[in-house]
C-alpha cells in the first residue's frame, strides 16, 4: 500500500498474508538461526535480521517485558518475543466490524506506564458505520489484555466518528505521554466534509477533528482543560459529534496542534519527561517533513508543505509574517523519497555516543532511514540504512540482551541489533569520597530537567561530572520511589551490554534505597532500567579514579564487622552515641574513629552498615555526613510506614572529631556496623586496598541453586568461590545480597568464614519480603571464599561488581 500519498499502489506492504518465518527462516521449522540480509543495509557493528512475515504491517510497538506488538491494516494483532514472531494472533478483528480498504484499517497502539497494573491498552482502527455516507469512520478504544489476548468484549470508545470521508490521510498513531494523557494524530482524510469536491483546508478548521493531533484523558477520552483551545470561546467537545458538512463551527478542545495533512507516525523521546515529541507528516508532491510536536502550533498545510508553499520546492519564500505557521525541524524532497513513515527516537547510552539524542525516521518509498542528530542536523546523503521499503513503522525494545530496533519493511518484520561489548575489568582503583552525598538525579523534576517517572521497561542514561579517563567506576546511592507492581532497578555501565543483575527490588507504594558500585563508561555514563513503572533518584557518594601503581589515600581495609551503635540499647563503652541538639533534623551522632577495629586518624571514609527501624504511621529518611555538617538534599536510606527495618551500605568522610552524624526523619531506631575504611593521603603508599571493577555478575541465586541451595536459617551459613575475575588472593569483595521471598522477620550477614559475627548486613522485617543491600566484605582464604549465613529460611541472590586488591 502507497499508504499516504493521496493515491493507492499494492505492492510490498500489500502483500497476501504470508506463513510465519520462525528463527529458522523457513515456515513451520526448528528454532536456528535467523536470516541476515545478504545486501549491507545497516553500518558496521549492527545486524539486520529477518524476524517473520505479516501482510499490510501498520504499526511496530512494545510491552514492558520486551514483547514486540505487531499490527496489521486487515485487523490482526500479532506478537513477537524472543525474536520470534509468535503464531496465534492477540487480536483478530471481524471483518464486519473493520474497513481495511485503501490506507484504512487497524493502524495505531499504545499502551501507558501502568499496563503492568491495569493490562490496558489503546487502538486507533477504521470502523464499519452505516450511518455516514462513506460507511466509514475511525474510532479510538481502550481495551484489556489478558495475557497474551487483547479482549474485544472489554472495548471502550472514546473518540469515534473521526472523518475517513477520502479513505486515505487517516493518520492514526497513538501515544501516551508522560503526563499521561492519551495523543492522537488525525489525517485530514483526503476530502473535506464540509465541500468534498473543493479545496481540501480541514487541517485549518479548528472545528474538525482532522488534520490535527488530539490530546484526550487516556481513560475517558475527554478534552484536557489545559488544551490550547479547551477554553476559546464557543469551545465544543468534539470527540463524537462526527465531521461531517452539518457539524457546528465551534473550535475542537480536543485539539492540540493543527496544519497536518497526514501525520500517520509521531513519537516522543523516551531519554526525558518533558512530552518531547516528533510528528512525522507526509506531504502531497514536493516535500516531506517532522514536526516538532508543540501545543497551539500551527504546520501550516495545506498553505505550507515543508519549508515551503505548497506545491514548491527551495528556493523558496518564507511564510509570510504574521501567519503564525511553525516551521519544520527538517524536510526533505521527492528527489530522496515520496512518503515520510515512522520515526524513533534513540534510547541515549546504548549505541555509540553519535546516536545519543538522536532521532530515526523513515521513508517507505525509498527505503531510506535517515539519522537525525541531537544537533539537528540531518545528512541525507548518508542514510543509516537503506533497502527498507514499504516501511510502516519501528520502535526500540529492551530486550534481555539489550537494545533492539524493529521495523516493518513491506510484510517483513526486522530487528536492528547493534554488538556492545561486556564491560571489561577496570584497572585498579582508589576511592574519592565526595564531602557530602550529591544528589545528580531525580525524575520526580526536584533536580533535573526530567519530571516523569521512568516506564516499565524503561531506561535513563546518567552522565556524571567526571574525567572520564581516569575515573572509571562510581559509588551511588540508588532510590527506587513507589514502584507501580512489584519490579527491580538494574544499573551498568553505558554502551555495554546488559547484565543479569539487579540492584533494588521494591514493591507498590514503597521508597527503597540501595548503594551501587557502578562501572562508567568512556563518557562518565550508566545506564539504569527499571522493570516496574517508579521514579528513581541517584545520589553520588563518590569516585573511583585509576591508580596503577602504590597510592596512599583511597585504599580500603575490610574490618570483621563491628557494631558501634545501637541506640535500641543502653550507652557503654561499645556503644557510643550521642543526641546533639541541632536546628534541622534530628541527629545521632556516633563516634566511629579508633572503634570497632578503625584507626584513631588517617581515616578519608568509613563504610558503615546503617540498619534503622522506621516508625509506624509514616516513611523515614536518613541522610549520613561527617559530624557537624548541616542536612543536605540527598538521602542513604528510606524506611516505609507501618514500623519498617531497613538497611544499607554507608561510605562518609569523619568530621574533626572522628564521628558521623546520621540525620533522621521519622526513624526510630538506628543500629551502625563498622564494615571497613578508606585511607587519606597521610597513609603509607601501598598497592593493597585498590579497587577493580569487574563485570557484573551474578554467583549466587538459590532458587535455581547457583552456587549453593536455599538458606535454612537459624545462623546456618553457606559459602562461595568467586568467579576467576576475582584472584584467589582478593582481599575484599563487592557484591549485592539480596534476600528473595523471606519466610519471616531476620537477617543476613556476609563474612569471610570462621566465627560468626553478631551483625548484619541486610533484614526482612515480614514473610515475603525481597530485600537488597550493598556490601564491602573481607573475603576469606586465600583461595577466596564468601560465607553467607541467614536467621530465617530465605532465598539468596548473589551480584558482585567488583574486588578489592591484597
Known amino acids: 500500500m502507497h499508504w499516504m500519498r493521496g493515491r493507492w499502489l499494492v505492492g510490498a506492504a500489500l502483500l497476501a498474508l504470508s506463513a510465519v518465518v520462525t528463527t529458522s527462516g523457513v515456515t513451520g521449522g526448528a528454532a536456528a538461526a535467523a536470516p541476515v540480509r545478504a545486501e549491507s543495509l545497516v553500518p558496521g557493528g549492527f545486524t539486520d535480521t529477518a524476524i517473520g512475515t505479516a501482510s499490510q504491517i501498520t504499526t511496530v510497538s512494545s510491552l514492558p517485558d520486551g514483547t514486540v506488538v505487531v499490527l496489521t491494516q486487515n485487523g490482526t494483532v500479532r506478537l513477537a518475543r524472543g525474536g520470534v514472531l509468535q503464531p496465534t494472533p492477540a487480536l483478530t478483528m471481524p471483518a464486519g466490524r473493520l474497513c481495511a480498504t485503501v490506507e484504512k484499517g487497524l493502524l495505531g497502539f499504545a499502551i501507558s506506564g501502568d499496563f503492568l497494573v491495569d493490562h490496558q491498552v489503546w487502538m486507533y482502527y477504521t470502523a464499519t458505520d452505516p450511518a455516514v455516507a462513506s460507511g466509514c469512520v475511525n474510532r479510538v478504544s481502550r481495551f484489556t489484555m489478558n495475557g497474551d489476548s487483547i479482549d474485544l468484549a472489554s472495548e471502550v470508545v472514546l473518540v469515534d466518528n473521526i472523518g475517513a470521508i477520502g479513505g486515505n490521510h487517516n493518520g492514526g498513531d497513538l501515544e501516551i505521554g508522560a503526563d499521561g494523557s492519551l495523543f492522537i494524530s488525525v489525517g485530514d482524510s483526503g476530502k473535506n466534509p464540509r465541500n468534498p469536491a473543493g479545496a481540501n483546508t480541514q487541517a485549518q478548521d479548528l472545528s474538525l477533528l482532522n488534520g490535527k493531533i488530539l490530546r484526550v484523558d487516556r481513560m475517558t477520552g475527554a478534552a484536557l482543560a489545559d488544551n490550547p483551545l479547551a477554553n476559546a470561546p464557543g469551545a465544543a467537545d468534539c470527540r463524537i459529534r462526527g465531521n461531517d458538512p452539518s457539524t457546528p463551527g465551534t473550535p475542537c478542545r480536543e485539539l492540540y496542534a493543527w496544519g497536518l495533512r497526514n501525520p500517520f507516525r509521531f513519537a516522543f523521546d523516551p531519554n526525558d519527561g518533558n512530552q518531547t515529541f516528533f510528528i512525522n507528516d507526509v506531504g502531497q508532491n514536493t516535500r516531506e517533513e517532522i514536526d516538532r510536536g508543540t501545543p497551539g502550533a500551527n504546520y501550516g498545510w495545506p498553505i505550507r508543505e515543508g519549508v515551503c508553499a505548497q506545491g514548491a520546492n527551495p528556493p523558496c519564500a518564507a511564510a509570510p509574517a504574521g501567519a503564525g505557521y511553525t516551521e519544520p525541524l527538517t524536510d526533505y524532497s521527492h528527489a530522496l523519497g515520496t512518503f515520510i513513515t515512522g520515526g524513533a527516537f534513540i534510547p541515549n547510552g546504548f549505541w555509540p555516543k553519535a546516536y545519543d539524542g538522536g532521532y530515526l525516521f523513515g521513508d517507505g518509498g525509498s527505503g531510506k532511514i535517515w539519522l537525525r542528530q541531537a544537533s539537528g542536523a540531518v545528512d541525507y546523503n548518508a542514510p543509516f540504512a537503506t533497502g527498507a521499503a514499504g516501511m510502516s513503522d519501528m520502535a526500540f525494545v529492551q530486550e534481555g540482551g539489550g537494545l533492539a530496533l524493529y521495523y516493518s519493511s513491506g510484510a517483513s518484520l526486522r530487528r536492528v541489533t547493534y554488538a556492545a561489548p561486556a564491560q571489561a575489568a577496570s584497572g585498579p582503583l582508589t576511592f574519592r569520597a565526595v564531602a557530602q552525598g550529591t544528589r545528580v538525579y531525580d525524575s520526580r523534576g526536584a533536580n533535573d530537567a526530567s519530571i516523569a517517572p521512568l516506564r516499565a521497561g524503561g531506561t535513563r542514561y546518567i552522565t556524571l561530572p567526571v574525567d572520564a579517563a581516569t575515573t572509571r567506576a562510581a559509588l551511588v546511592n540508588l532510590t527506587f520511589v513507589n514502584p507501580r507492581t512489584p519490579g527491580y532497578l538494574t544499573a551498568w555501565a553505558g554502551r555495554t551490554a546488559k547484565p543479569t543483575i539487579s540492584n533494588i527490588n521494591g514493591v507498590p507504594g514503597e521508597v527503597v534505597a540501595n548503594a551501587g558500585m557502578v562501572p562508567l563508561d568512556a563518557d562518565g555514563g550508566f545506564i539504569v532500567s527499571t522493570y516496574s513503572t517508579a521514579d528513581i533518584v541517584v545520589d553520588v557518594l563518590g569516585y573511583f579514579d585509576s591508580s596503577p601503581g602504590a597510592a596512599a589515600a583511597g585504599r580500603f581495609t575490610p574490618l570483621s564487622p563491628t557494631r558501634i551503635a545501637d541506640t535500641r540499647e543502653a550507652l557503654g563503652p561499645a556503644n557510643r552515641y550521642s543526641r546533639p541538639a541541632t536546628s534541622d533534623l534530628p541527629v545521632v551522632r556516633v563516634q566511629v574513629a579508633a572503634r570497632g577495629g578503625m584507626p584513631a586518624s588517617g581515616i578519608g571514609a568509613v563504610a558503615l552498615s546503617v540498619t534503622v527501624l522506621g516508625q509506624q504511621g509514616a516513611g523515614g529518611v536518613l541522610y549520613a555526613s561527617a559530624s557537624g555538617a548541616p542536612y543536605k ?143 564491602l566484605t573481607e573475603l576469606g582464604g586465600p583461595p577466596a571464599a564468601m560465607s553467607y549465613a541467614t536467621y530465617m529460611r530465605t532465598d539468596l541472590v548473589v551480584d558482585i561488581s567488583g574486588y578489592f586488591t591484597r
Open 633 to 775: 538534599l540527598s538521602s542513604n536510606l528510606n524506611t516505609n510506614a507501618g514500623g519498617d527495618i531497613r538497611a544499607n551500605l554507608v561510605v562518609v568522610p569523619l568530621g574533626a572529631d572522628g564521628a558521623v552524624d546520621l540525620h533522621l526523619l521519622n526513624i526510630t531506631d538506628v543500629v551502625v556496623d563498622v564494615e571497613g575504611w578508606f585511607t587519606d593521603a597521610s597513609q603509607p603508599a601501598s598497592t593493597s586496598g585498590r579497587f577493580v571493577s569487574t563485570p557484573l555478575q551474578r554467583i549466587v541465586d538459590t532458587r535455581i541453586a547457583l552456587g549453593f541451595g536455599q538458606l535454612p536459617g537459624g545462623g546456618v551459613s553457606s559459602s562461595v568461590t568467586p568467579p576467576a575475575t576475582v584472584p584467589a588472593d582478593a582481599l575484599a569483595l563487592a557484591h549485592n545480597v539480596t534476600i528473595v521471598d523471606s519466610t519471616g522477620p531476620g537477617w543476613v550477614t556476609p563474612y569471610p568464614g570462621g566465627a560468626l559475627p553478631l551483625v548484619s548486613a541486610g533484614n526482612a522485617s515480614a514473610a515475603g519480603q525481597i530485600r537488597a543491600v550493598l556490601s
